[in-house]
């Protein structure tokens, strides 16, 4: 491992608890490899010093923050200012030191989710058809934001609770680019659709199975998950097995990192297939 100096740039992802987060060896192999006098840490802050731990970090010498959860929304109160993204979205997942210790909050989720497809599926046109996004959570919210923002005439959301998908729709939607389906209509809502996106954890190891169906789905479209644990989900596996185009969920993570390094440590990274391998190695 490279040894840091008493000038390195410092950047670290907050959240409680924090040991899950694949963030730090994500950094940590770009710091290494692009041979950058820095560091990059997790810091496990309780609930009730959250505030004051975003408030700390510059004058401790900090360029810039990663949040997880539990602070994603809880961030957008405590920094002097926020992007039109991060607003949409309603959560923080980047924040932004200047040299005075000024924060600047924004939301990387859905440009990771945007360059993940682009990088996995190229040949697919965000503009080709209708997406189905699968849950309402703040994942949902990011993803849907990313995809009207590259050119998706319409993206019907189902939940298995009604009532959320409205209320995010009415948050982010623009007229009548969303459509809310109940959960029950999940498997018609799939024709004609270009891309489908599951945003819920359903599927996920330790959680419940997806119960879909996808016959009714065009075998030319896509299917993404952004789920990586397993990193290939059953919905994947069963898209993949009828001929349709999948990507997995890892590369949103690695993808969505790269804004808030270009910002601390001053390089554009890449997302490569040995980055992809390194952050993997731990699961």
Same mark, same amino acid.
């Not at 994500?26 to 820095?38: C, F, P, R, S």
């Not at 808030?260 to 554009?268: L, P, Q, R, V, Y």
């Given at each position: 491992?490279?040894?840091?100096?008493?000038?390195?740039?410092?950047?670290?992802?907050?959240?409680?608890?924090?040991?899950?987060?694949?963030?730090?060896?994500l %950094?940590?192999?770009?710091?290494?490899?692009?041979?950058?006098?820095?560091?990059?840490?997790?810091?496990?802050?309780?609930? !009730?010093?959250?505030?004051?731990?975003?408030?700390?970090?510059?004058?401790?010498?900090?360029?810039?923050?990663?949040?997880?959860?539990?602070?994603?929304?809880t961030?957008?109160?405590?920094?002097?200012?926020?992007?039109?993204?991060?607003?949409?979205?309603?959560?923080?997942?980047?924040?932004?030191?200047?040299? !005075?210790?000024?924060?600047?909050?924004?939301?990387?989720?859905?440009?990771?989710?945007?360059?993940n497809?682009?990088?996995?599926?190229?040949?697919?046109?965000?503009?080709?058809?209708?997406v189905?996004?699968?849950?309402?959570?703040?994942?949902?919210?990011?993803?849907?934001?990313?995809?009207?923002?590259?050119?998706?005439?319409?993206?019907?959301?189902?939940?298995?609770?009604?009532?959320r998908?409205?209320?995010?729709?009415?948050?982010?939607?623009?007229?009548? !680019?969303?459509?809310?389906?109940?959960?029950?209509?999940?498997?018609?809502?799939?024709?004609?659709?270009?891309?489908?996106?599951?945003?819920?954890?359903?599927?996920?190891?330790?959680?419940?199975?997806?119960?879909?169906?996808?016959?009714?789905?065009?075998?030319?479209?896509?299917?993404?998950?952004?789920?990586?644990?397993?990193?290939?989900?059953?919905?994947?596996?069963?898209?993949?097995?009828?001929?349709?185009?999948?990507? !997995?969920?890892?590369?949103?993570?690695? %993808?969505?990192?790269?804004?808030?390094?270009?910002?601390?440590?001053g390089e554009?990274?890449?997302?490569?297939?040995?980055?992809?391998? %390194?952050?993997l190695?731990?699961?």
């Amino acid at each position: 491992m490279k040894a840091i100096s008493g000038k390195a740039r410092l950047a670290g992802v907050m959240g409680w608890p924090v040991n899950h987060s694949l963030s730090p060896r994500l %950094h940590g192999y770009w710091l290494e490899t692009l041979d950058i006098d820095g560091a990059y840490v997790p810091l496990a802050v309780a609930p !009730d010093n959250a505030a004051d731990a975003i408030a700390i970090l510059p004058k401790l010498g900090f360029r810039g923050l990663n949040v997880t959860v539990p602070y994603k929304e809880t961030a957008m109160g405590c920094v002097d200012s926020l992007d039109d993204l991060a607003r949409r979205i309603g959560a923080v997942n980047t924040i932004i030191y200047d040299e !005075d210790g000024y924060s600047h909050g924004t939301n990387t989720d859905g440009f990771g989710f945007i360059e993940n497809i682009r990088q996995h599926a190229p040949d697919y046109d965000f503009s080709s058809g209708p997406v189905i996004v699968l849950g309402a959570g703040g994942a949902a919210r990011a993803v849907i934001v990313a995809l009207m923002d590259a050119g998706a005439p319409e993206v019907r959301v189902t939940n298995r609770t009604l009532e959320r998908a409205e209320v995010l729709a009415a948050h982010t939607g623009n007229g009548g !680019d969303i459509k809310v389906l109940p959960w029950e209509q999940r498997n018609d809502a799939l024709v004609d659709a270009a891309l489908l996106v599951n945003t819920t954890t359903l599927g996920m190891t330790g959680q419940r199975a997806l119960d879909i169906e996808l016959q009714q789905l065009p075998t030319g479209a896509c299917v993404t998950d952004i789920v990586y644990a397993p990193l290939e989900t059953p919905l994947l596996a069963d898209a993949r097995e009828r001929g349709n185009i999948v990507v !997995d969920g890892i590369g949103m993570l690695l %993808h969505q990192a790269r804004p808030g390094f270009k910002a601390w440590f001053g390089e554009d990274p890449d997302v490569s297939e040995a980055l992809r391998a %390194h952050v993997l190695e731990t699961r």
